[in-house]
């Protein structure tokens, strides 16, 4: 399978827990998205990648957030001191400029539960 | 605030009817309107997407609908299927590449 892959599919940690998620995109492509997804809502963005550079943040990211993208292949995202209202879908997309638009590609998502 | 609204919520129909979700966008700078499904336990797969100098695109049983001046697009699917229940996203984006704003997502549930 050449899809976008995330790991680990499930994350359950206790309050105040650092945690760590990786995404590895489809070969080649040169953009990496990270977005959250919580019950009954749509995908809501975190940041994104143009290989290695971090282009864009959102201002919802607390300094609790960080992500990287060393060598622009793989990422990780990293949650420190974990809270409850971090408890969450965390997705990975991936894409290449195709035609007229940036046609992303989703991975399974991280499913994060905070106790 | 959530740029791009999506109604219903949910929707109920039977095998052979025809869905329809509409979504409303004020940011008049997206320039690129996807469409996402997602089964449970499952990320966004794109369905079909289209670009405002188009007004319908069509890509087998799904359709889009482009409304420019009033800033509306909603996805149809023909013929409903029960493999077609899941949670549709619609989604909009600047210079048609860039972060995805998505909708807040309508469950489709096809019956027998």
């Known amino acids: 399978d050449t899809g976008v892959s995330q790991d680990p599919r499930h994350k359950i940690t206790k309050r105040g827990q650092n945690v760590t998620f990786r995404c590895d995109p489809i070969?080649?492509?040169?953009?990496l998205y990270w977005y959250r997804q919580t019950l009954g809502q749509g995908p809501e963005f975190l940041t994104y990648?143009?290989?290695?550079?971090?282009?864009?943040k959102s201002r919802l990211l607390s300094d609790r957030f960080s992500a990287e993208r060393p060598k622009g292949s793989f990422s990780t995202l990293e949650i420190q001191r974990t809270e409850q209202g971090d408890s969450a879908m965390y997705l990975c997309?991936?894409?290449?400029?195709?035609?007229?638009?940036?046609?992303?590609?989703f991975g399974p998502g991280t499913r994060l539960t905070v106790l | 605030q959530q740029q791009v609204k999506q109604s219903p919520q949910s929707l109920i129909v039977q095998k052979g009817g025809i869905s329809i979700i509409n979504c409303a966008y004020e940011?008049?700078?997206?320039?690129?309107f996807p469409w996402y499904q997602q089964f449970p336990g499952k990320g966004p797969a794109l369905l079909i997407a289209?670009?405002?100098?188009?007004s319908e695109k069509k890509e087998g049983r799904f359709t889009i609908s482009f409304n420019k001046s009033a800033k509306q697009f909603s996805l149809h699917i023909m013929d409903s299927q029960p493999g077609d229940s899941a949670t549709y996203f619609c989604?909009?984006?600047?210079?048609?590449?860039?972060?995805?704003?998505f909708g807040a997502g309508t469950q489709v549930v096809v019956t027998p």
């Open positions: 997309a991936s894409s290449v400029l195709a035609g007229y638009a940036d046609t992303q590609y």
């Open positions: 989604a909009a984006s600047k210079d048609s590449w860039g972060k995805l704003q």
């Open positions: 940011n008049t700078a997206f320039d690129y």
């Open positions: 070969s080649e492509h040169n953009r």
């Open positions: 289209i670009r405002p100098d188009v």
């Open positions: 990648f143009q290989n290695e550079a971090q282009l864009e």
